[in-house]
T-cell receptor
Framework: GNSVTQMEGPVTLSEEAFLTINCTYT??????LFWYVQYPGEGLQLLLK?????DKGSNKGFEATYRKETTSFHLEKGSVQVSDSAVYFC?????????????FGTGTRLTIIP | NAGVTQTPKFRVLKTGQSMTLLCAQD?????MYWYRQDPGMGLRLIHY???????AKGEVPDGYNVSRLKKQNFLLGLESAAPSQTSVYFC?????????????FGPGTRLTVT
């Protein structure tokens, strides 16, 4: 079955530090890959996505590249801000079976200190 | 445009009581989902619907029932609540297969069963 493994947290960084949150996946078919962000007390919001190999998703300074050869979709940001403190979820949607069920990783809590 | 809304936001139940969680979306989406979020577990799919009048089981359906009588609403029922059902419940919707695989989430319902 499908699975997503992401870097365990919590992760604490200083403002303006470089961020990487690792995500690897196992899937049959040809999945789309997503990063969702959950701010305190809120639901999940889509941060970025990539639908095929070598695609790069980007939004709000965050980037992730769909690497089929390493089955990875690592999230990066060059200079984090206090407002980036949140829980980040990597997810995949397996299109092969014609459905849109998302499989989530367990989430990585990120705290940025001034 | 409210997106995805959930009621109630918080609820405390005694073991054995029943309740219904309501999810509503105003984006004319075909697909709707119910997830539960538990610490260290990420989000797990309870039930989902691919259109009005249809429902299907997800990863953790036991103890829950759902109905989708109208396209815009997706109800999650607990017939006899158990402490193991203490969780945060999220509803989501998406346009449908072949168009977009992004899911839009509601703000969540925090349920405590004592």
């Amino acid at each position: 079955g499908n699975s997503v493994t992401q870097m365990e947290g919590p992760v604490t960084l200083s403002e303006e530090a470089f961020l990487t949150i690792n995500c690897t996946y196992t899937a049959t078919g040809y999945p789309s890959l997503f990063w969702y962000v959950q701010y305190p007390g809120e639901g999940l919001q889509l941060l970025l996505k990539a639908t095929k190999a070598d695609d790069k998703g980007s939004n709000k300074g965050f980037e992730a590249t769909y690497r089929k050869e390493t089955t990875s979709f690592h999230l990066e940001k060059g200079s984090v801000q206090v407002s980036d403190s949140a829980v980040y979820f990597c997810a995949l949607s397996d299109r092969y079976f014609g459905n849109e069920k998302l499989t989530f990783g367990t989430g990585t809590r990120l705290t940025i200190i001034p | 445009n409210a997106g995805v809304t959930q009621t109630p936001k918080f609820r405390v139940l005694k073991t054995g009581q029943s309740m219904t969680l309501l999810c509503a979306q105003d984006m004319n989406h075909e697909y709707m989902y119910w997830y539960r979020q538990d610490p260290g577990m990420g989000l797990r799919l309870i039930h989902y619907s691919v259109g009005e009048g249809t429902t299907a089981k997800g990863e953790v359906p036991d103890g829950y029932n759902v109905s989708r009588l109208k396209k815009q609403n997706f109800l999650l029922g607990l017939e006899s609540a158990a402490p193991s059902q203490t969780s945060v419940y999220f509803c989501a919707s998406s346009p449908g297969t072949g168009r977009s695989y992004e899911q839009y989430f509601g703000p969540g319902t925090r349920l405590t069963v004592t």
